[in-house]
């Protein structure tokens, strides 16, 4: 089993940063493609960002060169850093992992992993 939970969001003005993390334990090798998903309210699934099994990154078309996705796998730990903030980035982020073996391009465009966090709430103010 495996357990994700994410931390770091919050209330912040356009052209703001937040850096969000996630936090995974449990039964999760260091090569489990992990990325960030996003909903929100009455809204779709979105995925953002995403690290394959081979360390390949992707990110979707509305987050390129404003958002960052890392991981740090001595601490478990996944980060999703957002700058230049917008009104429209306002959602629920989610953590996702899995174990495959798909480059980050899939799951950006899935937006779809076996394991979820409980995700964190992120509100960008005109």
């Known amino acids: 089993q495996v357990e994700l939970v994410e931390s770091g969001g919050g209330s912040v003005q356009a052209g703001g940063s937040l850096r969000l993390s996630c936090v995974a334990s449990g039964r999760i090798g260091s090569n489990y493609p992990m990325g960030w998903v996003r909903q929100a309210p009455g809204g779709e699934r979105e995925g953002v960002a995403a690290?394959?099994?081979?360390?390949?990154?992707a990110y979707a078309e509305p987050v390129k060169g404003r958002f960052t996705i890392s991981k740090d796998n001595g601490k478990n730990t996944l980060y999703l850093e957002m700058s230049d903030l917008k009104p429209e980035d306002s959602a629920t982020y989610y953590c996702?992992?899995?174990?495959?073996?798909?480059?980050?391009?899939?799951?950006?465009?899935?937006?779809?992993?076996?394991?979820w966090g409980q995700g964190t709430r992120a509100t960008v103010s005109a």
């Open positions: 996702g992992a899995q174990n495959g073996r798909l480059k980050g391009a899939y799951y950006v465009a899935s937006a779809n992993f076996h394991y």
């Open positions: 690290i394959g099994s081979d360390g390949s990154i």
